[in-house]
């Protein structure tokens, strides 16, 4: 059974850094590209990062490029996101995603990391 | 980057009736596009993938149609669980894009 943890949410001022964690189990990881996708509060749906199984490419959106790192250890069966310069707009539910084989679709979803940035 | 506008907004229906939701992007995806089903409280869940194609475990009920810039997510008599948020989202461009999400309602 495939199983997406992520940890590593909480309260963060802004301006502050939080790192969020995804553990996976059930899947050959290495096999997989994985994503972040986010959700504010209230609305909708927005990628964030991925990065291939390899861990060697990596695509970001605009409004977190240069300020977030999406990284893995497929000997861990780990993916992270390290957030810098967090923004008000930067809270949200972050899911980590499982891609399907050679697509840019999301099978499988954690159940998310709650972060808030405020003052 | 590709934007997605998803129609209507919200869908207010009965059980056992019939939903057509509309998904239009700002320019072609050729057949990379996916459907996703919310619940309160839950993490999304793949419907459909490369336009028509069903996730595994998606019942028969749901499916999926179009290419290019349009594009349908039917569900052929609804069921009690199916009222929930929809999303379209694409995966021919970066960024990826998802549309703004159709509310399926209890009339």
């Known amino acids: 059974e495939v199983q997406l943890l992520e940890s590593g949410g909480g309260l963060v001022q802004p301006g502050g850094s939080l790192r969020l964690s995804c553990a996976t189990s059930g899947f050959t990881f290495s096999s997989y590209a994985m994503n972040w996708v986010r959700q504010a509060p209230g609305k909708g749906l927005e990628w964030v990062a991925i990065i291939s199984g390899t861990g060697a490419n990596t695509e970001y959106a605009d409004s977190v490029k240069g300020r977030f790192t999406i990284t893995r250890d497929n000997s861990k069966n780990m993916l992270w996101m390290q957030m810098k310069s967090l923004r008000v707009e930067d809270t949200a539910v972050y899911y980590c995603?499982?891609?399907?084989?050679?697509?840019?679709?999301?099978?499988?979803w954690g159940q998310g990391a709650l972060v808030t940035v405020s003052s | 980057e590709i934007v997605l506008t998803q129609s209507p907004a919200t869908l207010s229906l009965s059980p056992g009736e019939r939903a057509t939701l509309s998904c239009r992007a700002s320019?072609?995806?050729?057949?990379?596009l996916a459907w996703y089903q919310q619940k309160p409280g839950q993490a999304p869940r793949l419907l459909i993938y490369d336009a028509s194609d069903r996730a595994t475990g998606i019942p028969a009920r749901f499916s999926g149609s179009g290419s290019g810039t349009d594009f349908t997510l039917t569900i052929s008599s609804l069921e009690p669980e199916d009222f929930a948020v929809y999303y379209c989202q694409q995966g021919s461009n970066w960024p990826l894009t998802f549309g703004q999400g159709t509310r399926l309602e209890t009339k």
């Open positions: 320019q072609s995806v050729s057949s990379y």
């Open positions: 995603a499982k891609a399907r084989p050679t697509t840019s679709n999301f099978d499988y």
